[in-house]
């Protein structure tokens, strides 16, 4: 199983990666002294891109704890 564990580690960190990536692009917007309505556009479309990293991070564990599991 450890190829299972391998996998789910690599797609953690693939979701870690867009969770920092996304965080990034809100404060560099946020520094960048936008009109609210231009921020909350730039937040907007962040939200679902957070969504799906976050989704590729817990699955990516999930994999990892089955993996330590069925090993």
């Known amino acids: ?7 789910g ?3 953690s960190f ?10 990034a692009k809100v404060w560099r ?3 960048q002294n936008l009109s609210d309505e231009e921020l909350r556009d ?5 939200v679902p891109l957070n969504m799906g990293a976050l989704l590729l991070s817990v699955m ?3 994999a990892v704890i089955m ?3 069925l090993g």
Not at 1 to 7: F, H, K, R, S, V
Not at 14 to 23: D, Q
């Open 14 to 23: 693939i979701g870690l990666f867009g969770l920092v990536w996304c965080i």
């Open 9 to 11: 580690a690599l797609v």
């Open 60 to 62: 990516g564990l999930m």
């Open 29 to 31: 917007a946020r520094g």
């Open 42 to 46: 730039v937040v907007r479309k962040m």
């Open 1 to 7: 199983m450890d190829w299972l564990i391998w996998g």
């Open 67 to 69: 993996g330590i599991f």
